[in-house]
């Protein structure tokens, strides 16, 4: 199996606008974005599939969430409030592999998310 999209982005062989990254995580803004801030957080050490975690898993998981905070922060987002959202398989909406965080935010967000479905 080759490179994801995602370890594509890691190594810079495909440009994205990188907003955030660390030693275990990287976040850039999404190209089809669906609020004014729509950044996707991905781990650097990728897990395969969200049913594939497992207790080891939880240091990174968590980390996507601190980082995820930070981007909030760093997009002025923080205080008004914003979503995460992790897609997991077809039925869940998941159209990129592996797993990653959503963060969107910067308007007012409807409730449900997909109300034309």
Known sequence: MGETLFEKIIARKIPAQIVYEDERALAFRDIKPVARVHVLVIPKSPIPRVADVEPAHE??????????????????????????????????????????????????????????A
């Open 59 to 116: 240091a990174l998981l968590g980390h996507l969430f601190v980082v995820a905070r930070k981007v909030a922060e760093q997009e002025g987002i923080a205080e008004r409030g914003y979503r995460l959202v992790i897609n997991c398989g077809s039925d869940g909406g998941q159209t990129v592999y592996p797993p990653h965080v959503h963060l969107i935010g910067g308007e007012p967000l409807g409730w449900p998310p997909f109300p034309e």
